[in-house]
């Protein structure tokens, strides 16, 4: 399991977490719990599916597009938003596969694009790689 660094009080105004990923075909899966757990301290509990599937999506695409995603970050205020990011090595840019009927891959940034309110990537934070991130609009989720 990560480690998890508590940047602010339990719901001051903004929260935030962070936690170190490997690059293991389980992180997806490790991402999700992570989530589920965060949010469920936080009290957004609505935003749970949500938030599970956008992280799993960008983990794995780190994983399998990047060599691994090695930070998770979840930042949340309450009654605004709710913003996941993953951190990989890579340099390129996401970009979202062409889905076809029988395509076996190609759909992760695509569900992304239609769950988030807004998302995409910056430089990484320190040396190369990217953080491609999304928001969820707490809003749009009411408790």
């Known amino acids: 399991m990560g480690r998890a660094f508590i940047t ?3 719901w001051a105004e903004a929260v ?3 936690f170190e990923l490997g690059s293991t075909l389980d992180t997806p899966s490790l991402a999700r719990q992570v989530v589920r757990d965060v949010l469920y301290r936080w009290d957004m509990v609505a935003l749970v599916d949500d ?3 956008i992280a799993s999506e960008l983990v794995a695409n780190a994983v399998v597009h990047a ?3 090695t930070r998770l970050a979840l930042t949340g205020e309450r009654g605004s938003y709710l913003r996941i990011e993953v951190t990989d090595g890579d340099n390129r840019p996401p970009m979202r596969g062409k889905m076809t009927g029988d395509a076996l891959s190609g759909r992760g940034l695509n569900i992304v694009f239609a ?4 998302w995409g990537s910056a430089a990484g934070p320190s040396g190369p790689g990217k ?3 999304a928001e969820i609009s707490t809003v749009a989720h009411p408790r």
Not at 115 to 118: H, R
Request: aromatic share 6%.
């Open 51 to 53: 938030a599970e599937l």
């Open 131 to 133: 953080t491609v991130w």
């Open 16 to 18: 935030e977490e962070s």
């Open 8 to 10: 602010a009080a339990h």
């Open 67 to 69: 060599g691994g995603a």
């Open 115 to 118: 769950l988030a309110a807004a």
